[in-house]
């Protein structure tokens, strides 16, 4: 595929020896199983299991960082003064972490797929909500559907469009918007611990690629990121592909730190964060 072709010529500019931050995903699988790397590295999160099942397939050594209760809250104070401002990324310490453990190193990550090819499971919802858009019957209803689901966007993505009708618009905008801030966060670290860091799917000719793709080919039915999986199928487990239970790189930060508040409340973490930086 031509996707293969692209991040293959994106991984020959990345200088020998290097390592992956394996998370247990496809993103980091299919770049793990096309550049084939020194070694990897994880966290022992969630997401564990599936990137021994990756680094075991693919043959790649694979170093586990170890989080816990005990170290976490010393991590934060740390990572934050790194960072320098606020931010709701529960994998600021997961990202500290690694980017400790690999100090000096090369290595490449996987950040950025999601955006671009529909990888989030809100991106289903919205997809859905769009076809409405599409029902010759409902044309009438359009600022009716426009007020019912602004403020869906607006809580699925944490950005709010003047209109809710086009997919690409709303990809667009997370790339350009909520991406940025956690690229920050790993280009900060990385430097703090002199790791340099390459992002293939960051990449202008993978960015061009990707805009240019028609939406069915990044989402079909209820399947995400579609592209992708399909020439992952060729390196991947298919269990590996296909798994439905992504969490992504993040630990229980609110039980962690004591916090009284849902698992996916951030307003307790925001209001220690801006504490710390006073």
């Given at each position: 595929m031509v996707i293969e072709a692209i991040l293959k010529k994106e991984i020959k500019k990345v200088p020998r020896p290097f390592g992956i931050f394996l998370s247990g995903g496809i993103d980091s699988g299919l770049l793990a199983a096309l550049s084939k790397p020194d070694f990897a590295v994880t966290c022992d999160t969630g997401e564990l299991k599936y990137a021994q099942k990756i680094a075991k397939h693919l043959g790649i050594p694979l170093d586990v960082v170890t989080?816990?209760?005990?170290t976490y809250k010393g991590f934060l104070n740390d990572a934050i003064k790194i960072i320098?401002?606020?931010?709701?990324?529960?994998?600021?310490?997961?990202w500290y972490c690694l980017m400790g453990y690999c100090q000096g190193e090369t290595m490449i990550n996987g950040e950025g797929s999601d955006e671009l090819f529909g990888g989030y499971s809100r991106y289903?919802?919205?997809?859905?909500?769009?076809?409405?858009?599409?029902?010759?019957?409902?044309?009438?209803?359009h600022p009716t559907l426009d007020f019912l689901f602004s403020d869906l966007h607006t809580k699925l993505t944490g950005t709010r469009l003047p209109f809710f009708k086009d997919m690409d618009i709303v990809a667009m905008t997370e790339y350009l918007k909520t991406l940025p801030p956690l690229i920050r966060i790993e280009k900060k670290l990385a430097k703090h611990f002199n790791v340099k860091l390459y992002q293939p799917f960051m990449s202008e000719s993978v960015r061009k690629y990707a805009w240019d793709l028609p939406l069915r080919a990044k989402i079909r039915g209820f399947q995400t990121k579609v592209i992708l999986r399909h020439t992952a199928e060729k390196y991947l487990p298919y269990k590996v592909?296909?798994?439905?239970?992504?969490?992504g790189l993040a630990c229980p930060v609110n039980k962690w730190m004591g916090w009284k508040v849902g698992k996916y409340d951030k307003s307790e973490y925001l209001k220690y964060q801006n504490a710390r930086l006073k």
């Open positions: 989080l816990s209760k005990i320098g401002k606020p931010t709701t990324h529960f994998s600021l310490v997961p289903l919802i919205m997809k859905h909500i769009f076809e409405l858009y599409k029902v010759p019957e409902l044309k009438s209803y592909v296909y798994r439905k239970d992504k969490m």
